[in-house]
């Protein structure tokens, strides 16, 4: 009764717990147990082979059973388990990604997902709980350069926002979506490495100016974005030109050695890698006057050029919104195909969804639109090869952020070309309290 009663404790409050001492053991033992039958039952199964058949019938023995694909390995996690299985002649993998929701109901799991390995080959990962409701990274992660973990997937998979595959990506999210908190995940997550911030903030910075300290430019109003996004451009044509100077293709330079981008350079010769976080993309692309529609035009042109030539020069862009669409006007749809990389939150409007994922993944339309209200930070992911999955960022709150920032202040780099753009660390001027009004104090 004891054992009965702390199990049942642990798998009301303590989930992660329950699993790792008592729901690792009975889903192992229900999956090997179930396996062929639960096969059968969804349809994944295939007839006996020819030969099989001959050789039951001249022996007089009873015919063969169908046959269920062959478990190559169950390995359990933190989260779930991860059976590998190895399909028979005629079995697709789209097979086995239509029967997850069957397979969920059969095993008492919480969730199911597939992939193909390679030929023949397909892993099923299985959830014992819901790891998006409480989110705990693991302690260990491959962490690699220019390569950060940022959020958990729900299969129970760290998900990583990696620079060197998905250099440019877009990320939208309504109001108390969870956005913010992405962010904030992001740019701890590239405090300690060797990178240079570069931040848009057209909310007179009041979501980056405090994590100043580990930022190498900020600009917080759109005159100064513009003026901002030229130097950048003109920075990447600088390191284009020493990329062309450090090539020195002749016929006694092995292949390896040859530079087309940052990553091919000696290490004392590699500029620093950019990346450069747009805070409130709509912001920049509004406009109510002839002068206006002029920044804009410039705005959107130079973070086209930065989209379609950046990641050579070593240059990555984190586009954010609330709102991404057509209506923004001309330039966006062609910023919106450099950017691979696809993350909504909660979208209050069709279209936006349409705008991330109508693209790459229709499926993920759908999705992005019926993410709850009550769980901030649920979003959706997509890339390019129309996969997607569910994410949910850990909580950082703004003051561990700006923690994080202040001590890898001193990795911040100097580049000339952003000298003019370098963020103000004094404290500003403080403005008239009588000028804005506020709530009146109560007896």
């Known amino acids: 009764m004891l054992v009965v009663a702390a199990a049942g404790l642990l798998w009301w409050r303590r989930p992660a717990w329950y699993w790792l001492t008592f729901g690792v053991v009975l889903a192992g033992l229900r999956v090997l147990v179930r396996c062929a039958s639960v096969m059968d039952a ?42 590998r299985l190895k399909l028979r002649p005629g079995q697709d993998v789209f097979d086995v990604a239509a029967s997850c929701d069957r397979l969920r109901h059969s095993f008492a799991m919480y969730g199911v997902t597939s992939r193909e390995l390679r030929s023949g080959v397909v892993e099923v990962r299985m959830t014992g709980y819901d790891v998006l409701k409480r989110v705990q990274m ?94 950048l451009v003109s920075h990447m044509q600088d390191v284009y030109q020493l990329i062309r100077a450090e090539q020195q293709i002749t016929a006694d330079v092995p292949d390896a050695e040859i530079a087309a981008d940052i990553w091919d350079l000696p290490e004392d010769l590699r500029p620093v890698p950019i990346v450069v976080l747009v805070d409130e993309v709509a912001e920049l692309a509004l ?88 769980m901030p930070g649920i979003a959706i992911t997509g890339d390019s090869t129309g996969g997607w999955a569910r994410i949910r960022a850990p909580h950082t709150s703004l003051r561990q952020a700006v923690n994080t920032c202040n001590r890898y202040a001193a990795l911040a780099p100097d580049l000339p070309a952003l000298a003019p753009f370098l963020p103000a660390l004094a404290i500003p001027t403080p403005v008239d309290a009588s000028a804005v009004e506020s709530i009146p104090a109560t007896a």
């Open 42 to 83: 969804c349809g994944l199964t295939v007839s006996p082979s020819r030969w099989r058949l001959t050789l039951a019938r001249a022996t007089n023995r009873p015919l063969p059973r169908p046959r269920a694909p062959r478990i190559l390995r169950l390995r359990p996690t933190r989260t779930g388990l991860v059976l």
């Open 138 to 231: 693991p302690i260990k992660v491959d962490t690699r350069p220019m390569r950060v973990p940022v959020a958990l997937r729900e299969d129970g998979a760290v998900h990583y926002r990696d620079y060197r595959a998905v250099p440019h990506a877009l990320t939208l999210g309504a109001t108390e979506s969870g956005k913010s908190v992405y962010q904030r995940n992001l740019v701890a997550a590239l405090a300690p490495q060797r990178v240079a911030l570069v931040g848009i903030d057209c909310k007179q910075g009041v979501e980056l100016f405090p994590l100043a300290r580990r930022f190498s430019a900020l600009a917080d109003n759109q005159d100064t974005a513009a003026e901002l996004l030229d130097a």
């Open 287 to 374: 406009f109510a006057t002839k002068e206006e529609e002029k920044r804009r035009d410039r705005i959107i042109t130079a973070l086209a050029r930065l989209a379609q030539l950046g990641r050579a020069a070593g240059i990555c862009l984190e586009i954010c919104g609330q709102r991404f669409g057509s209506e923004l006007g001309k330039g966006i749809t062609t910023l919106r195909a450099q950017l691979t990389g696809r993350t909504a939150h909660r979208v209050n409007d069709e279209s936006s969804a349409n705008m991330t994922f109508g693209d790459i993944a229709p499926d993920a339309v759908l999705a992005a639109i019926q993410l709850p209200t009550d």
